[in-house]
């Protein structure tokens, strides 16, 4: 049991890692779009956007494991592809104050080009926050994940997470008599998700450009 809560955790936190940095590139590319060419552009990707928020998350998650089966792949493809269009949201809302602001005006008219505008002098001035829903996305991840295996819809044993150890506990007898079985993959998870919460703050106070002096 202590050897596999140690490799489920490198599985728990691999699929945080992959499923934060897929729907952030998505989510920060299609943003960045939305907020700085507006127009029909931004009506199309934010339309795009409510389309996957209104989504009933649980059910498509059931629907997708039906379908492809448990696996690392299909659950990393799943949460990300339900997640992009909180960060898209927070990235565009930026972009549409920053790309008013004076030195915005200085970049039109010394003609710099669209794309060396949004890379080298918008989203740098996104990134803290970037950076903050990050930290919190892995830290939902982890959650999500456990959630999702503690109802089998997760990765399937054997092959070790966090949450489908923690499924353990669903027996009656193991919750009463087998706390070891359940109660150190749940207390992994909590140092984990503080760890994420406290680096996020971290990180933000290090890279906003705002705070530096």
Request: with cysteine.
């Amino acid at each position: 049991l202590f050897t596999r809560l140690f490799y489920a955790g490198r599985i728990s936190l691999g699929i945080a890692l992959a499923v934060t940095f897929i729907q952030c590139v998505i989510g920060v590319l299609l943003g960045s779009l939305s907020g700085f060419y507006g127009g029909i552009v931004d009506a199309l990707i934010m339309r795009l956007c409510e389309i996957f928020l209104s989504f009933p998350f649980l059910m498509i998650c059931i629907t997708i494991a039906a379908v492809f089966g448990n696996s690392i792949p299909v659950l990393i493809f799943t949460l990300a592809l339900l997640s992009w269009p909180s960060i898209a949201r927070i990235v565009r809302g930026q972009i549409l104050t920053l790309r008013e602001m004076e030195y915005m005006e200085a970049c039109e008219a010394l003609g710099i080009s669209d794309a060396r505008r949004i890379f080298k002098h918008l989203l740098p001035n996104v990134l803290a926050y970037v950076i903050v829903y990050a930290t919190l996305g892995m830290a939902n991840v982890i959650l999500t994940e456990t959630a999702l295996s503690f109802l089998g819809l997760g990765v399937s044993p054997p092959t070790p997470t966090w949450g489908n150890l923690i499924q353990e506990a669903r027996d009656l007898m193991n919750l009463r008599n087998k706390w070891w079985y359940w109660i150190p993959p749940g207390i992994a998870i909590f140092v984990s998700v503080m760890c994420f919460n406290l680096l996020g703050d971290g990180l933000r106070d290090a890279i906003d450009p705002k705070m530096k002096r």
